[in-house]
């Protein structure tokens, strides 16, 4: 079974981020993404709460870690580590397994570079958690929507290979944005999908992390997060939607429209439920 659910509050909630499992419940979704993209701020008796909200009306719950977390630095390895620390102790009194970590700019080194420091801040990270209590903590490493950007499929793959807490955040609007449209239709997606099964194994790519939204895009490649509303944004779900059924995934697909996630979270759900299954 997907489930589906929103990135954060969207813009018609009003309420406590705590109360939002019963509003999620009544439009027909089951999971949601706690956004963390500034900073941890929610404290243990909130994480709590929501929790308890979350388990009453079904609802499985993942972290974004901070934005400013960028895993390729290695002069910030030890300030990313302790990111990564809270957020992974948000995430146990959450009950959440998940959180999602950005792959982080190249910053004008080459690549490779990059990729190692990456490799150390995510071990370290996940040592960390060890120690701390957390040993079921996924790390789902998320492909970027920006050129210059490490995050393309292949990268995450390759650190995905360090272990078995980490897992693909496949974001097709970011994969559309960063091959400035080009990314897009059944063949495109079929293609990602078989290079994580055959990279990971099929049991553990059907278990990968999705983000999807329709993304504006740029030279550089992602420049907004759009809404279903919004005219000529792209990629088109459907076709996901089908292929994610037909291979059996069971992901949790979180939608990240900028305002309305919560409503196009239900489309989608209601795409793959009627159309797909
Ligand atoms: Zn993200």
Redesign the pocket.
Known sequence: MIRFGP?GCDESYIGKVTDIPAYLAENGLDAFEVQC?HGVRMGEAAAKTLRRNAEEHGIALSV?SP?FISLSNPERLVANIEYLRQTTRLAGWLGAERI???MGAARGLPRREGMEASARTVLAALDTAKAEGWPNVLFCL?T?GKVNQLGTVDEVLELCGLGENLLP?I?FG?LYARSLGVFEGRDAFASVLINLESVLGTERAKNCHI?FSHIAYGRGGESKHQTFADEGGGPDWTPLARLLAERGYRSTVIC?SGGTQTRDAAEMKRIYREGCL
């Open positions: 990135a993209g974004h934005y999602v970590v950005h998320e970027m955040c974001d970011h983000h990240e």
